[in-house]
């Protein structure tokens, strides 16, 4: 039981993003896609998530053709923490996380028990019960993204994709939310996929880093094994040094150039 | 939470009554309180009027004022909802029917049957919403490409592109006006917000379709919460967007076309009541929907009245009135709005 993304070529009318990435996450692990600007690692993900047909190439959950379910099914399967950007600001954090139930209820959004449960659940493990009735406007940076990541828990989805959601937050948040992620991760059984800026975050939180270079996979497995210096060094075209820490975490620095 | 709804809904449907009571009892021949109720109490329960009442009362409640009150009733509660809508697919909050030129394409789609065919009978009162509504399904898809800047759509090109194709339509509606004689004149006066028809036939011809299009505008309420997250996150929570936003942009656009089609283009309603409601009740359109439904009904109700007591016994075009409370609030949300509309 795993992620498969099978030799998938993918782009835009007028430009091919991603050439042949073929990569496999276990169930259960963290997978952080990491690359410079334009690497294509949130085409990536919209490819993962169903919004982006590839040209070639499949996603599979468990041997299932994502693309070829229907919107509500895949939505059982994948939910995407995407940026907190520009949210509906009269919203309450309620309102907003029972939306991640949509793919359980019918058109006309009646809610069950269950559905209520799966709120409440979501709402304790990202620590937002007590702000349940605020609105969205009232709510800081850090405290959206998790509202995003708490619908996202809501759809109860055994796949979990994050788009760079750490990048508005200060370094305590950021160290929280991704925290968060790896605790969900291990405490639900979660496959998490997530597109992360911070090469040492990556390092980290994540079970295995992938590198994207100009669409294409540059390299996958463990922090350790692939952020070497020599290798950084090339896909960012900046000298970096890779150092170690006390518990044996791979720390890469920008070297003086 | 479940009792705050139950307030509002009790409140707007309150106010509803309220402003129908009003409507049907003032007028040139005021009619007092206890006689509308033993007219409408002969009425309900099928017996005769009652011999000691002045036959004239049963002439204005039945024939003149019960079935302009049910229209004005209709039309305003189609402006509330629709607009309601129209701003929830939008996300927009200066999204409105009459804003968004929508109204005057459904203008132009009547006129332009009244042009070729002028009604004549049921067939003609029933084919007229048709036209309308294809106007505006036509004046949204063409508004909605326009404004488009990068896949978004922001305030500023939404409300230009509305105005211009508004425009557009309003100077052919003029055109085909000035070329038709008199009696096409005088039969399409209505259109421009002027007096509407009057007697039972609109308000039959108007409610198959009014029905519908309220029916869909009701059962929208999730989709358009779900929509207000952008139309990715829309698709990633397991909503069909593109269909979603088409299946109700032609319910609005139905619901706009009948009003158009039997009470002419009446501007603001659709823009000023659903923020009302948001600013009272906060945001969840399966809310918005049915209160903008009850309190653009009130609205238009109360605006009438005005329009038909201010300086009587003349009768002001409804559209007047509303223009004159309704765009000063439209400059002020437009100044509230800045800040987020990109």
Not at chain 2, 248 to 258: C, D, E, G, K, N
Request: hydrophobic share 50%; net charge positive.
């Amino acid at each position: 039981m795993s992620l498969e993304i099978v030799h998938v070529s993918a782009g835009y009318p007028s430009q091919q993003v991603l050439d042949d990435v073929h990569l496999t996450v276990p169930k259960g692990q963290i997978l952080a896609l990491l690359g410079p600007n334009g690497a294509g690692k949130t085409t990536l993900l919209r490819v993962l998530s169903g919004t982006l047909a590839p040209w070639q190439g499949q996603v599979r959950w468990e041997g299932r053709d994502i693309h070829r379910l229907a919107p509500k099914a895949r939505a059982r399967l994948v939910a995407v923490v995407p940026q907190a950007r520009a949210l509906p600001p009269a919203f309450t954090v309620e309102q907003a996380v029972m939306l991640g139930r949509t793919p359980y209820l019918s058109w006309l959004g009646g809610a069950g028990q269950a559905d209520w449960k799966a709120v409440q659940r979501a709402l304790t493990q990202t620590d937002l019960l007590p702000l349940a009735a605020r609105p969205l406007q009232r709510l800081s940076g850090g405290e959206q993204q998790r509202v995003l990541l708490a619908r996202a828990l809501a759809q109860e989805t055994p796949l979990l994709l994050l788009d760079e959601p750490t990048t508005h937050l200060d370094l305590h948040h950021q160290s929280r939310l991704l925290a968060l992620v790896r605790d969900l991760s291990r405490a639900r059984g979660l496959t998490v996929v997530m597109v992360v800026h911070d090469l040492n975050q990556a390092a980290r939180y994540a079970d295995r880093v992938a590198i994207l270079d100009h669409g294409r996979l540059v390299a996958a497995g463990s922090p350790a094994a692939v952020l070497t210096a020599e290798r950084l060094t090339r896909v960012y075209r900046t000298p970096v040094e890779v150092l170690t820490t006390a518990q044996g975490w791979p720390v890469v620095v920008a070297a003086a150039e | 939470m479940k009792t705050r709804w139950g307030r509002a809904f009790w409140l707007s449907a309150g106010l509803l009554v309220l402003a129908v009571g009003l409507s049907v009892t003032v007028g040139a021949v005021p009619v007092p309180l206890p006689v509308l109720a033993r007219l409408l109490w002969a009425g309900l329960s099928g017996r005769a009027v009652p011999a000691n009442l002045p036959a004239y009362y049963h002439t204005i409640v039945f024939d003149l004022r019960l079935p302009h009150t049910v229209l004005m009733l209709l039309t305003g509660a189609a402006l509330g909802s629709s607009g309601a809508a129209y701003q929830g697919v939008f996300r927009n909050p200066l999204a409105d029917p009459y804003l968004l030129g929508i109204a005057s394409g459904a203008g132009l789609g009547a006129v332009l049957i009244l042009a070729i065919h002028r009604p004549a009978g049921w067939g003609g009162a029933l084919a007229l919403p048709v036209a309308a509504f294809v106007g505006a399904v036509l004046t949204v898809a063409l508004v909605y490409a326009l404004a488009q800047v990068e896949g978004r759509l922001p305030t500023t090109t939404l409300i230009l592109a509305g105005v211009a194709i508004g425009s557009l339509a309003s100077a052919l509606t003029s055109f085909l006006m000035l070329e038709s004689e008199g009696t096409l004149q005088r039969a399409i006066t209505y259109l421009m917000g002027g007096a509407p028809l009057s007697g039972w036939q609109p308000v039959l011809a108007m409610l198959p379709y009014w029905l519908v299009g309220q029916a869909g505008l009701l059962l929208s309420g999730h989709a358009l919460n779900v929509l207000q997250f952008g139309e990715e996150q829309a698709q990633h929570l397991g909503l069909n967007a593109r269909r979603a936003k088409a299946l109700i942009l032609a319910a609005a656009s139905l619901t706009t076309a009948v009003a158009v089609a039997f009470a002419g283009i009446i501007g603001f309603i659709g823009l000023v009541v659903p923020h009302v409601v948001r600013l009272l009740w906060g945001e969840d359109y399966r809310r918005e929907v049915p209160l903008s439904l009850l309190g653009g009904a009130t609205a238009l109700l109360l605006a009438d009245l005005l329009a038909r007591t201010l300086l009587a016994p003349r009768v002001l075009p409804v559209g007047i009135v509303t223009a004159l409370f309704g765009a000063p609030f439209f400059l002020w949300v437009l100044r509230r709005a800045r800040p987020t509309a990109t």
